[in-house]
Every structure is written in structure tokens, then in C-alpha cells.
């Protein structure tokens, strides 16, 4: 993960079961994803444990563990990090101090930190705060509901990555309705990382899909 040229794929396992997380995640591994992450469904549904369960299935890859913390982000990180989280995501919506200490736990016990924008009103003015607070990576989030309601549009999206990743040096990921007619434009406007879910866990043959937006990504051209 630390030669960003390239963008990755990360997998996101928002499922209830750890048995279909874990199916999943070798199959996405299998086929070509970067990164795994036990989406916040799975750690609700299953505990923080469905973190590790996924660490030792995909032990050459980077796991996500989704919490969004909002609060108390030294123990929720250091949880994670004991739970064998190579990165663990921090909602942009928490107190500065929270992700301040997140950030510093997070160095403490070698793990990273993702600030997860779902919901945030000026994405901008944000990003550019949290640049300063030493965060690993910025994470801009259409959620599913925001989708439906019919808030934050791709287009928007696009032009919040591209001025976030042009003024700002933290890998920008994207996640939130993605699907193969936009992966090649949001990595153009600088995403280092496509994150998806449905589109993938729930395709009919995971592993065909991975290799299919694998091929996306890899032809996008910067």
C-alpha cells in the first residue's frame, strides 16, 4: 500500500455472516482485489472478532475494519488493531480530539487510519482540516440512503475527489454506488482507491466480477 501509483481495490464484505465474509474475502483475494474490509453491517452482525476472521483468510492483504468511530477513537482503534486491522475507518463527523487520539493509537500499534466523509456537508473545508491531523487516508462516501434520496450525484463526487486530490496529499478512496461506468472517471479525477460492495458481493460469481472491475481499473488512464 505504499506505493500509491496505481489505484487499488478494496472489497468491502458488508454482509451478516462471517461465513459468506470469509467465502468472499478468498475469492476477492483470489482474484485480484487489494484490500479487504469487514464492512460495518459485518462487525455489527458478527463482532469485532469477524476482523481477524478475515485477517486469516487474506493474510497478504490489507483489512479494513469499518467502524466509523465517533467517539472514544483511541479504544476503538486500539480494538480494532488487537483484532488484527491493518486500517481502520474514522467518521469525518468526530470531534477533532477524537481523531487526533485515533491517529495517535493507530501509530502506537501500527495501523492506519481512514476518515470516512459519509455525510459530511462541506467535504472541501473537511478534507483540508483533516489533511493536518495526519490521517492516512480520506474516504468520500455516498451512502446507500443519501443514493436513494437522491443526494450527492457522481458528478458531484467527481469534482470533490479531483479538488480534493489536487490541493491535498492523503490518497483520496471513493466508495458508494460505484459500478464500471464510472470507475475510469473517478480514478482520472485522482481516487487511489475504488471501493465496492453490492456490486460485487452480491454478483452472481464474485470472483468473475473482481476480475472484471480489475480490468477497469488497471485501463484507467490518469
Known amino acids: ?10 472489497v468491502a464484505l458488508d454482509v451478516v455472516r462471517v461465513e459468506d465474509a470469509i467465502s468472499i474475502a478468498i475469492m476477492a483475494r483470489e482474484n485480484g482485489a487489494d484490500i479487504i474490509e469487514a464492512g460495518t453491517l459485518l462487525i455489527k452482525s458478527a463482532g469485532i ?19 466509523k468511530v465517533l467517539d472514544n477513537g483511541a479504544e476503538e482503534v486500539e480494538m480494532a488493531a488487537r483484532n488484527n486491522a491493518d486500517i481502520v475507518t474514522v467518521s469525518a463527523l468526530a470531534h477533532d480530539k477524537t481523531i487526533l487520539d485515533a491517529v495517535i493509537t493507530a501509530r502506537n500499534h501500527g495501523v492506519k487510519i481512514m476518515v ?24 468520500i462516501h455516498r451512502g446507500i440512503d443519501a443514493v436513494r434520496a437522491g443526494a450527492m450525484r457522481m458528478d458531484e463526487m467527481i469534482k470533490v475527489v479531483k479538488a480534493l486530490s489536487g490541493s491535498c496529499n492523503v490518497p483520496i478512496a471513493v466508495a458508494g454506488g460505484i459500478d464500471d461506468s464510472n470507475i475510469c472517471e473517478l480514478i482520472r479525477a485522482g481516487a487511489k482507491i475504488i471501493v465496492m460492495g453490492s456490486y460485487i458481493t452480491k454478483s452472481a460469481d464474485v470472483g468473475r466480477t473482481v476480475k472484471w472491475v480489475r480490468r477497469f481499473i488497471d485501463s484507467a488512464v490518469v
Do not use: N, T
Open 1 to 10: 500500500m505504499d506505493d500509491m501509483g496505481m489505484a487499488l481495490l478494496q
Open 49 to 67: 472478532s469477524s476482523v481477524k476472521s478475515i485477517k486469516e483468510v487474506c493474510k497478504d492483504l490489507p483489512v479494513v475494519a469499518d467502524m
Open 116 to 139: 470516512d466523509f459519509l455525510h459530511v456537508k462541506d467535504p472541501l473545508d473537511r478534507g483540508m482540516d483533516l489533511c493536518e491531523l495526519g490521517v492516512d487516508y480520506i474516504c
